[in-house]
């Protein structure tokens, strides 16, 4: 029967009593955003756009980005792709942007960080990103990772509203975004919280090492109460969506304990879009607030989940 359940998911991300969280995917390159159109994505949440230039020791020009940019809005015509301006640092260096001696790149200049020290790539990255726009028909959004304070909120959206970009974001992975999200998102349209990297600097534990796995658990009520503290910010600084693009998205418990919080979409890896699914459309908007209450209160990562699980039958046909 679970093969059966998952394949009468249809796509829309919806509770049982018709509150609509759309499932959006995560991609890093045409291929990914083929296949997750094809298992029903409803667009595109996570564009890493460093995924397509991994292997280049030089930056990419203007055309060769608007290239790959375009190849992967084409795969969502109508709907809505939410690229990320380049990650670089820590877990995924770019040799024309990251400095390889750092000794605590997670600490150090990635991400949007790397515009003080390399100054022109997130411009030129932007005036592609806007020229395949132009020529595609999906609705395009973009975000900068790694966005701390307010003024780099208001900075990257200056830059894409002179790039001819509607539709500026922060992603929020460092806790002190999502402290003050009433303030920084007052700059910007919306936040997509990077629940991998807040998670990581929340604990204070590297996501990259197996011992601390422990710590980066998205389930920790700390990281709970920060997607909360989001979400209200978001509400006060004029209704701004609220996206989770982490992989705490393609955990189906996980899925709806965010929704619960008041997160609108959920993006994740696209072989998860079917679970998800199928084990949101079990549950009302309100016992999802149930369970959000519960892991957010819960004393232990473990007791939240169990909690949570214990709640979702569904989970148990899924198997
Ligand atoms: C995250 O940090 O949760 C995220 C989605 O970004 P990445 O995993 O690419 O750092
Ligand atoms: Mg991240």
Redesign the pocket.
């Known amino acids: 029967t679970s093969a059966a359940t998952l394949a009468s998911f249809d796509g829309t991300g919806t509770t049982a009593d018709g509150h609509l969280v759309p499932l959006l995917a ?1 991609v890093g390159n045409a291929k990914d955003a083929e296949a997750a159109a094809a298992l029903g994505a409803q667009g595109v949440g ?1 564009f ?1 756009t ?1 995924f397509c230039f991994l292997e280049r020791d030089t930056e990419p020009t203007v055309d060769e980005q608007a290239a790959a940019y375009r190849a992967v809005f084409a795969a969502f015509p109508g709907r809505k792709v939410v690229v ?1 301006t380049l ?1 670089a640092g ?3 260096p770019l040799p024309f942007l990251t400095d390889a001696t750092e000794p605590n790149p997670a600490l150090g200049v990635r991400g949007y960080r790397t515009d003080w020290t390399t100054p022109g790539v997130l411009e030129r990255q932007l005036s592609a990103i806007a020229q395949a726009t132009e020529d595609s028909e999906a609705d395009v959004w973009v975000m900068a ?1 790694m966005i701390a304070t307010r003024p780099e909120a208001a900075h990257f959206a200056g830059l894409c509203a002179a790039a001819g970009l509607k539709t500026p974001g922060v ?1 929020v ?1 460092v806790p002190s975004v999502a402290l003050t999200a009433g303030s920084v998102l007052q700059e910007v349209d919306f936040a ?9 600097y929340a604990m204070a534990a590297d ?1 990259m090492l197996g011992p601390l796995a422990g710590l980066n658990d998205p389930w920790q009520p700390a990281v709970l109460r920060l997607v909360q503290l989001t979400v209200e910010g978001a509400k006060a600084a004029g209704d701004k969506a609220v996206g989770v ?4 998205a393609a955990d189906p418990a996980l899925a709806v304990v965010l929704t619960g919080l008041g997160v609108n979409t959920l ?1 994740m890896t696209a072989r998860s879009l079917a679970a998800v699914g199928t084990v949101l459309k079990s549950v009302s908007l309100p016992e999802a607030q149930e369970l959000a209450a519960l892991a957010v209160n819960a004393p232990t990562a473990a007791e939240g989940r169990e909690a949570v699980r214990s709640r979702l039958p569904m989970l148990a046909e899924l198997g």
């Open positions: 995560n996570l890493r460093e990320r990650d820590a877990d995924k990772p992603m992975e997509s919280l990077g629940t991998n990297d807040l998670t990581q996501r693009c982490g992989e705490s993006s």
